[in-house]
């Protein structure tokens, strides 16, 4: 099993909808969690981490469940410039950052 | 600041050239890292660096050396070229290994 795993979509949601997604991790002495966007082509950029009491930031909510280990990232009320491969990582205990595979999105007019 | 920058953009290499792709970052961060990113693979690391020094793999490291000798730089070296590292090469730093990742633009390898 992968450390980390990722629905990798796609996800076709209308402009205006809330888009979830999950992602799993098995370590679970897993510390830190990242949401990170990747357009096409593009290197990845931070979007948001993701803190034990949940963190929102505007139309993003990030969440962290470590009983279960996995985090959320939910997208309110999505824009057309949403459209991209959404990442998530994980750092460990031995300092290593290992991402999923990726969420595509597509936000459909 | 230029940030982590990446050199070069694009490289073509024969099956067992050795090259080294430069990594530079002007922001003194610790830590660094070299991922590789192949479709649907997502990114795969490579190796890192918590600092001056310091090395260790992560999850496929076979067939790339790196080395830290300052701050500022950490280049991977292919060390005899394989068409399977055929890939898209991101590397990453950032001020410490709980904040976040600072990337380069990538560097696109074709190995034929």
């Known amino acids: 099993r992968k450390e980390v795993e990722q629905d990798p979509g796609p996800f076709n949601v209308p402009e205006g909808a809330t888009v979830a997604f999950n992602c799993t991790y098995s370590?679970?002495?897993?510390?830190?969690f990242f949401w990170y966007r990747q357009d096409c082509r593009k290197e990845p950029k931070l979007l948001m981490s993701?803190?034990?009491s949940g963190n929102e930031d505007g139309r993003f909510t990030a969440q962290l469940n470590r009983a279960s280990q996995y985090i959320s990232l939910l997208i309110r009320d999505s824009k057309l410039s949403d459209s991209a491969t959404y990442l998530c990582?994980?750092?460990?205990?031995?300092?290593?950052?290992?991402f999923g595979k990726g969420t595509r999105l597509h936000i459909l007019p | 600041n230029a940030g982590v920058t990446q050199t070069p953009k694009f490289q073509v290499l024969k099956t067992g050239q050795s090259m080294t792709l430069q990594c530079a970052q002007d922001?003194?961060?610790?830590?660094m890292s070299w991922y590789r990113q192949d479709p649907g693979m997502g990114l795969r690391l490579i190796h890192y660096?918590?600092?001056?020094?310091?090395?260790d793999q992560g999850e496929v490291p076979n067939g790339y050396n790196v080395s830290r000798s300052t701050t500022e730089d950490f280049p991977l070296r292919l060390l005899s070229a394989a068409p399977s590292q055929t890939s898209v090469y991101f590397c990453?730093?950032?001020?410490?290994?709980?904040?976040?990742?600072?990337f380069g633009p990538g560097t696109r390898l074709l190995v034929l």
């Open positions: 990453a730093s950032s001020y410490d290994r709980r904040e976040t990742q600072y």
């Open positions: 370590n679970s002495a897993s510390q830190s």
């Open positions: 993701v803190y034990s």
């Open positions: 990582a994980v750092m460990n205990r031995d300092d290593k950052i290992i």
């Open positions: 922001m003194n961060h610790e830590y």
């Open positions: 660096s918590v600092g001056a020094g310091i090395t």
